[in-house]
């Protein structure tokens, strides 16, 4: 059995920095990509980064130049640094990884979700 389990969430005023974690567990062959996903109330989920074992990266333009994705490929982790936090960043944030196990092809997993809150 594959999960992820986000770390990381919490109360931040704006302006202020928070950093998530993420850890894939299991019998894990290979990740394709990794990312982090949001989704404020009422709203859809929406993708905020991805990055891929190579080390390319994607950004959501609302995030471009305050957020940085990482992953350290070797521990099956991945990282997000969220600096100049706005109020409307408050969401809960998934992690989710497009992988494949010893027995199977590439599949999608999600994290349980951690809140990211945004108010002063």
């Known amino acids: 059995q594959v999960q992820l389990v986000e770390s990381g969430g919490g109360l931040v005023q704006p302006g202020g920095s928070l950093r998530l974690f993420c850890a894939a567990s299991g019998r894990i062959f290979s990740i394709n990509t990794m990312g982090w996903y949001r989704q404020a109330p009422g709203e859809q989920r929406e993708l905020v980064a991805r990055i891929t074992s190579g080390g390319n990266t994607y950004y959501a333009d609302s995030v471009k130049g305050r957020f940085t994705i990482s992953r350290v490929n070797a521990e099956n982790t991945v990282y997000v640094q969220m600096n100049s936090l706005k109020p409307e960043d408050t969401a809960v944030y998934y992690c989710?990884?497009?992988?494949?196990?010893?027995?199977?092809?590439?599949?999608?997993?999600w994290g349980q979700g951690t809140l990211v809150t945004v108010s002063s």
């Open positions: 989710n990884a497009y992988l494949r196990t010893p027995l199977s092809g590439y599949f999608e997993v």
